[in-house]
């Protein structure tokens, strides 16, 4: 019987993939209509990319920041954006994405509970039964203006204050699948898929070389810091949009290194391309920050493709 589930479950992977790369060949991310963005280092296309155009695009969902991937709970095959997750069934040989309900693995990952309300009426206000929670003012209206239940789930907790990364307080209220935030008059939603995503599934590719098909979700632990591998940035202070240096060591000889910024306000930046560690096991590269990053701490990650070896700066961006 478990033979037969895993041959099942291995069929399913194939008719899978072969929905999302519609037979094309590897390696050409225009031949299999994939779009590249420089901003994360990942590949949209196929079934997903379909589905973020249609709905709202980087608006709503962000850019994507991780590759199709084969989740290891269910082997569906998802891919994380900044402010969501696609996952993938299949009916009927059809391909019909589904999203993630980020809202509340982020909330239970913070141990973050909000208690139902009771039954209420009121003018301009919307009393939701299946979770106790209302929703009301500009949350209610971009609400029902983008997608509503099918995008972003019922509210599960009330409009509260709550400080964020980047040391700011703001309204916000959570949902199934997303965090609202009042800015000013707007809302914009909060960042929960580059807070969820699986930190072996965050380092970006080349423009040119896109996975050949959705990749193995693999295990968090090839992420984890490993003591003595000292790195540095320098200057560790400067302002934004500057070129700064990025040395690591500890890799093994001739390997290459991928890496991503953490950014001061949530979420993750990809460096658009790889180090390649000296024989020592050394990296010396330059990365630049961006003239519209804010002020605030951040760090440089960078993880050895062959090792699996993790080092981490931090620096800081000043005005």
């Not at 509340?104 to 039964?129: I, N, W």
């Not at 209220?173 to 935030?181: C, D, G, I, K, T």
């Not at 930190?199 to 968090?220: I, T, Y």
């Not at 890799?251 to 890496?259: I, T």
Request: hydrophobic letters at 40%; one cysteine or more.
């Amino acid at each position: 019987m478990s033979q037969l589930r895993g041959r099942r479950a291995g069929a399913l992977i194939l008719l899978v993939a072969a929905i999302l790369l519609a037979a094309l060949p590897a390696g050409n991310a225009q031949a299999q209509g994939k779009i590249y963005f420089p901003q994360t280092g990942h590949f949209l296309g196929g079934a997903f990319r379909s589905f973020w155009e249609r709905n709202g695009s980087v608006e709503i969902f962000g850019y994507p920041v991780s590759p199709e991937f084969v989740q290891n709970r269910d082997g569906r095959v998802a891919q994380y954006f900044e402010r969501a997750r696609f996952e993938l069934d299949v009916v009927n040989n059809q391909a019909v994405i589904s999203l993630g309900l980020v809202g509340r693995e982020f909330t239970a990952a913070r141990g973050l509970g909000f208690p139902p309300v009771a039954p209420v009426r009121a003018p301009g206000l919307r009393f939701f039964p299946e979770t106790g929670h209302t929703l009301r003012g500009e949350f209610r209206n971009f609400w029902e203006r983008r997608g509503g239940l099918r995008i972003f789930g019922y509210p599960i907790s009330e409009e509260f204050v709550q400080q964020l990364d980047d040391g700011r307080n703001y309204l916000v209220q959570y949902f199934e699948r997303a965090r609202f935030e009042l800015v000013g008059n707007r809302v914009r939603l909060g960042l929960l898929g580059s807070a969820l995503v699986p930190c072996q599934l965050r380092p970006g590719f080349p423009p040119n070389a896109p996975p050949p098909g959705p990749v193995p979700e693999g295990s968090s632990e090839a992420c984890f810091v490993i003591p003595g591998f000292a790195a540095r940035v320098f200057p560790d202070a400067s302002a934004p949009g500057t070129t700064l240096g990025f040395e690591a060591r500890g890799y093994a000889g001739g390997e290459e290194v991928a890496m991503w910024i953490n950014l001061a306000a949530g979420g993750v930046r990809a460096i658009p391309y790889r180090a390649i560690a000296d024989a020592d096991g050394v990296v010396l590269v330059g990365f630049r920050t961006l003239t519209s990053d804010p002020p605030g701490n951040y760090s440089i990650v960078g993880q050895g493709l062959r090792s699996g070896r993790v080092t981490v700066a931090g620096f800081r961006l000043v005005r």
